[in-house]
């Protein structure tokens, strides 16, 4: 049976599921005609949520000319004023990207204010740059937001060509403001940052000058500009100080510079290794440098118990690779004390097991102090979940295990020798090593 008749006689026979099914196969084999098209088109009003969703994913997904008859049938709808079905139309229309744009940009001037800018703001997000000439005129639209979604459209594209414009709108309209200096921002030009760097020091106002410095932390790609910033940093508050941190290590990151707080500076790490900002804790940790002190250490401990894998990593290949047996020391120490202290025990394999991926680079003292020192806070631990860990400093260095193991159970008392045993019982080691 012709695939759209079926659709047709499934919805007027109200068989929802056997629809779905059929929108769902038709889609997984990608065998659309013209006249399927159009019926899923009509679809996405259905009074089914379920047969809604299956014909807007199924319509999300054309490619070519079917895109392109899909756009033509669902852009009207942006005139709707059912809120659902203007939206539904929209993320269509979004997801089909280019060849939605041109049925787009024939309603960027439209009488009502409220669909020019659903059409700018849709064609922002498709990123059609060729239409950019189309935009142009809703800077001077008489409607705020609709020169609001006109400026983000544009920053999205990275449209040169309207920085003076958009300098213009920042001198002569207030709210239009942090509108323009993200705009700009995304431009990231020589001329765009240079007026971000000349409105900074010349803003007043502590929310725009946050806005105007991560701005600048989106696109920039040269130093200087970190410098001129950071220079900046006894000028201004806290709270701004910080935002500057986090751009200036953005930056510097980028770049592959280095980029390390004075210490008279460094508690503004410590500030920011705090923060409920992800950007900003990293900003902190990077801004710590390569050698650590240990009054570091109680801020980074702070990073590290968020759990996040990449800043995880972040801080042991510089703890490993650049750091002295001393420092290593005093940090497995504070991070068993935070591990019994949030009662972890058991979870300190998942950060632990992150040092095979350094291991091979990190210098031989600093091995024999990573193995020492985490023996011994195991045995204050005296878990026998921590038997993982013991496996895992085995597979990373078996002989200064060892070493390290038979020195422990010297040493120990009854009670710890009888723990040292269970340990490497449950690891799977022989406690004859211990004899040996």
Known sequence: MDKALLIKELNEADDTTLLIE???????????????????CELITHDDSGVRDVAVRALCDLKGDFARLASEIIAPNILSKNVELRNTAGDILAHLGEASAEFLSSYLDNPDPDVRKFACDLLGLINTR?????????????DENVVQAAIEALGNYQDESIIEKLVKIYNTKEDQKPNVIEALGKIGSRKAIDFLIFALTDEKDDFLKTEIIDALSINCDDIEVARQLFSKIDEVSETIQIIILK?????SF??????????NLRYLAYKALFDDDDDIRAAGLIALGNVFIKDDIPSIMNEIFKGNNDTQSFVLEKLLKYNSPELIKEFF????NEIINRSMIGCDIDFLSLLTYFWDETPENNKYIVIDGIFDNLIV????????????LFKLDSQKSSAKIKKLFEISDDNNKEFIEELLHNAGIEKSLLSG
């Open 22 to 40: 059929t929108i769902i196969s038709i889609a997984q084999t990608n065998d659309f005609d013209e006249d399927v098209v159009k019926s899923l």
């Open 130 to 142: 060729h239409l950019a000439h189309k935009i142009y005129p809703l800077l001077d639209d008489p």
């Open 247 to 251: 751009t200036v290590a953005a930056i």
């Open 254 to 263: 980028r770049l592959g510079e280095e980029f390390v707080l004075p210490d």
């Open 333 to 336: 120490k504070a991070f068993y």
């Open 381 to 392: 631990c005296k878990s026998i979940e921590c038997s993982t860990v013991v496996e895992l």
